[in-house]
């Protein structure tokens, strides 16, 4: 079974790629959505993604059990699609609702390890069917301010490399245009 992951920026095209991919498939759909809606500009993107998806892709909204989910929907006639890695990493860092230093180290909590340390066993299980994994590539500008932005943008980029290795194909997006990391083309 096939493990894809594509990468980009904000409204890079990456979900739209990521859908496409889905729909030509020729299986059942699942979409996993990670994303809270908190706020009226975030409730306005995760209805921009619904009003997308065709009627009879069933939706899972999971913001933190991913692997755990994974491994409940993947089977060879079907495909999920998780959209995205990065909001479901957000989730984790968040879950706790800590407050956290502008500067010194940020201690992680517990489900963010777990959760992802989870997430990289599933993958290395060799699951039962096709997923497409969406992420945001966060480390191509300047290095943050602030402690919690610093380690977010590395834990992002920790995750996404390791997710990447484990994948069949990687694909980065930019303008809608898909550019070939690792594996065959779409």
Excluded at 58 to 87: F, G, N
Aim: glycine share 8%; net charge negative; with cysteine.
């Amino acid at each position: 079974m096939s493990r894809t992951l594509l990468l980009g920026g904000a409204r890079s095209g990456k979900s739209g790629l990521a859908e496409r991919l889905a729909r030509e498939s020729g299986k059942d759909v699942v979409y996993v959505a990670t994303s809270y809606g908190g706020d009226t500009e975030m409730s306005a993107r995760i209805d921009h993604h619904r009003a997308r998806r065709p009627a009879e892709w069933k939706t899972v909204e999971e913001p933190t059990a991913l692997a755990a989910t994974l491994r409940i929907l993947c089977a060879p006639e079907r495909i999920v699609l998780v959209d995205c890695l990065t909001l479901w990493l957000t989730n984790l860092m968040f879950s706790t609702r800590q407050e956290f230093p502008e500067v010194g180290p940020i201690d992680l909590p517990p489900l963010f390890v777990d959760e992802r340390a989870a997430l990289l066993d599933w993958l290395d299980a060799t699951p039962a069917g096709d997923v497409v994994f969406v992420s945001n590539e966060t480390g191509m500008g300047i290095v943050p301010y602030g402690a919690v932005s610093r380690a977010f943008v590395d834990e992002a980029g920790r995750l996404n490399q390791d997710v990447a290795a484990r994948c069949d194909r990687v694909l980065f997006v930019a303008a809608g245009l898909p550019l070939v990391l690792k594996g065959a083309p779409c």
